[in-house]
């Protein structure tokens, strides 16, 4: 289990994207602190938003030590390099994007902590949205990125993307963490700020625990969404880590 | 000070406005739990989303108590009447709404505790924004409606508003609150979920310390909005505690 330090999550939404609700995405950045130390991660910026969450880290007298991303986005782009550029902090990808990716300083792999202060996260490998997903977790709570959102899940047919994974990531990854573990997802389409495991093993349509693999395989075949606005920009910059 | 029970704040997010870029309003809703009764409070429910809030409460196996409201909101209408026939809970307007608000159940009047489970929160009638404004602490936290936003404020010139009036209760009611205390506004349009009083003592553009009366007064004057645009259905209502 990762270090016990004292630590607050701050949600960030997007408010890039409500100038065009055809392109919503609602997508959620995280600023995770130390008390103590004093010392921070931001999980998932978002390039249009840098400006106010540097601003916000500024405020509370922050000391940022990583921009640490979930995956490579295909609705956003993701702030890192412009975080990196500003402040010199390092950007961390999960180790599956190791192969991938270029412009991140660490790749952390599955089971692996980073450590900020008194608080570390670990990487848990959760591929299935795309190939190389990562969640972070903490004690207490676990970002899934666009892994396992509150009451879904991200899709599975683009970027490396697999249902089988996807499901035996949330089973063997997320469904084992304690219940009460507070669910920070990459994007909510309904209005939701968090949600926790034991929430999700029940109330998720797709991914409850009465749901066996080749049901969830079926669900998510039928399933057809159009293709992200950005993922032609949004992908080959986030396999720079943004820059662009 | 209220009582100290342990609560939990779920924070939901106004989902039906996003059809509408032109009246965006980013109203928020709040849950809030007492965790050992599993008694729960809603706070500013919006018409629109009373099916998936009732949801949650049921899926988080929740006992609601009331349906709260800071004030007679100009831009949406309040779901409180719904839920009200919906599950049978009291609707609890602030004590300055008493002489104008018909279909309330109970009128809480400045200083007075509403209790659920081993959880109150306290109203503090904080006017300025509308006349019979009233914000809503529990210990570590405080539900400020329109009173104060994150970075800012409510508008001061509809409803019997008073710049004058919104600048003491925000320096009489809020700012007399621990530093810590964590603010839970009405709306926010910079995608920030929570904030603390000591924050906005400090970087509140027109609210923070270093301000004075006449300046606060000054800024509000010349600020210009558009009206709101359901509020001529939405005041109506919400004056029949959203009876329509």
């Known amino acids: 289990m990762p270090e016990r330090g004292t630590y607050v999550v701050t949600t960030l939404l997007d408010v890039n994207e409500v100038q065009n609700v055809d392109d919503r995405g609602e997508s ?74 270029t412009g991140a300083d660490l790749f952390l792999h599955d089971g692996k902590d980073l450590t900020f202060g008194a608080t570390s996260i670990r990487a848990l490998a959760t591929p299935g949205h795309t190939d190389s997903c990562t969640s972070y977790w903490l004690p207490r709570g676990v970002f899934t990125g666009d892994t396992m959102f509150i009451r879904g899940n991200g899709r599975t047919d683009l970027q490396g993307g697999s249902s089988k994974k996807l499901f035996e990531s949330v089973r063997a990854k997320l469904f084992t963490l304690p219940d009460e573990t507070v669910v920070y997802p990459g994007h909510d389409y309904n209005g939701r700020v968090a949600s926790t495991i034991g929430e999700e093993k029940r109330f998720n349509p797709r991914l409850n625990l009465s749901i066996d693999l080749d049901t969830f395989v079926d669900m998510m075949n039928k399933r057809r969404a159009p293709l992200p606005e950005k993922i032609d920009i949004a992908v080959p910059a986030n396999m720079k880590a943004g820059r662009v």
Chains 1, 2 share one sequence.
């Open 28 to 101: 959620r950045t995280y600023l995770v602190a130390d008390v103590a130390s004093r010392k921070a991660i931001i999980i998932d910026s978002i390039i249009e938003n840098v400006e106010r969450d540097l601003t916000l880290v500024k405020e509370l007298n922050l000391i940022l030590a990583f921009a640490v991303e979930t995956h490579i986005h295909a609705d956003h782009i993701t702030g890192a390099s412009l975080i990196k550029d500003r402040t010199g902090v390092p950007i961390v990808y999960g180790g599956g994007a190791e192969a991938v990716v």
